[in-house]
């Protein structure tokens, strides 16, 4: 087999070394199983080139799947021209795209614009006792759909990719702090949990919450985005707010994030490191549940600083302090792994699409999607 990579591979995303890895199989021993050398392993998991037909089909029926779930094609598209419905001297690089007759129109996802607008359909309406629901889907409908809970906003992202690739699906995000997502999953009220918990010393921390919560359930840490957090304050900075210890300064109205947050516990240890204690400045016990409820605040001029992420306060027109970067991980019940959503949210974390769309939000990186984190056993 050659080793030069041809074009034909650019659009393929091999998905080889996630199923070795499943299987806990060095390249050695995966070389063994299919007849290979461990040389070629590399080179097919590095996507220097694809392998034949017939170790295609070793591969598969060694890992139990199919050809096409180790190797996903990258549908290429083309470039055409579109009408934004606000060209501002500076557009917004994310659209959302829609053809009025001949014309592709773009709406910018910018500011507020980014927030999807209107009410959501129900699946169902609870009965008086609130003991049964009334449906509104139909079943097969709602079987197809998988519940992600966790505070990451670009998981709206996700959800859309995932229907774009397998249209039945549905992703549903409700909105949580790391703690709860994973006490819920813990619960087995949600088939996927969000975490993203600030490392202390050497020590994953998304791994060592899930060790804990999640001690007797087989689960997969999964990279999903790396995302930019801090102190989101009004448009202009008018109080020159630089890091934590300007919170200290008497003026200055700050909101807080709930107990157990991840971005509060940030706090606490900035303002440890800096020598300052919560009770020295003003509104530390004031609490906001979400990033944009805080953000909101600030716009509306009952406070001048809270902790959010930068993208939240590019949508609200803010300024924003950067405080640190920190990874969002999914966690991924073993037993969920073959619902059909699920199997379809995995190959959308290795689409270059989704990527692409997340790399272009401001604060953001994608470097980690889609790696396998860890594995936590029972």
């Not at 209107?118 to 409908?141: I, T």
């Not at 993203?196 to 007797?216: A, C, D, Q, T, Y």
Request: charged fraction near 25%; glycine fraction near 8%; charge should be neutral.
């Amino acid at each position: 087999m050659g080793r030069k990579k041809s074009r034909n591979t650019e659009n393929i995303t091999c998905r080889v070394k996630e199923f070795r890895l499943k299987k806990g199989w060095s390249q050695v021993e995966l070389a063994a199983n299919i007849d290979i050398r461990r040389q070629a392993v590399y080179d097919i998991e590095s996507g220097r080139y694809l392998p034949n037909t017939a170790i295609a089909l070793k591969l598969a029926r060694v890992f139990g799947c199919r050809v096409e779930d180790l190797f996903v094609e990258q549908t290429q598209y083309h470039n055409e021209l579109v009408h934004l419905i606000d060209n501002d001297e500076v557009p917004a690089t994310r659209l959302v795209l829609g053809r009025v007759r001949d014309r592709l129109v773009g709406v910018p996802l910018k500011g507020a614009e980014s927030i999807p607008f209107g009410l959501q359909p129900a699946d169902g309406l609870l009965n008086p006792g609130q003991k049964s629901v009334r449906l509104l889907s139909h079943p097969n409908h709602i079987d197809k759909s998988i519940i992600l809970m966790g505070c990451d906003p670009a998981f709206e992202i996700l959800a859309r990719h995932v229907s774009r690739m397998a249209p039945e699906a549905r992703v549903h995000c409700s909105f949580a702090s790391s703690h709860k997502a994973l006490n819920r999953l813990s619960d087995g009220m949600t088939h996927l949990a969000g975490t993203h918990l600030h490392n202390e010393g050497k020590e994953e921390s998304n791994v060592m919450v899930v060790k804990r919560k999640l001690s007797g359930m087989l689960c997969y840490v999964m990279g999903f985005s790396i995302m930019e957090e801090g102190l989101m304050v009004a448009q202009g900075n008018p109080l020159n707010i630089r890091g934590v210890a300007d919170l200290a300064q008497p003026e200055v109205r700050f909101v807080n994030r709930e107990g157990g947050a991840a971005l509060r516990v940030l706090l606490d240890d900035h303002l440890h490191r800096a020598g300052i204690l919560g009770e020295a400045i003003n509104g530390y016990e004031n609490e906001a549940r979400s990033h944009r409820e805080g953000a909101y605040r600030i716009a509306c001029n009952v406070a001048d600083a809270a902790l959010g992420l930068r993208i939240i306060a590019e949508v609200f027109g803010l300024d924003f302090v950067p405080m640190a970067a920190a990874r969002c991980d999914l966690v991924v019940p073993g037993d969920m792994m073959d619902h059909p959503t699920v199997k379809a949210l995995l190959d959308v974390l290795q689409s270059s699409h989704l990527r692409n769309d997340i790399d272009a939000i401001a604060g953001y990186q994608s470097t980690a999607m889609g790696n396998t984190i860890a594995e936590v056993g029972p």
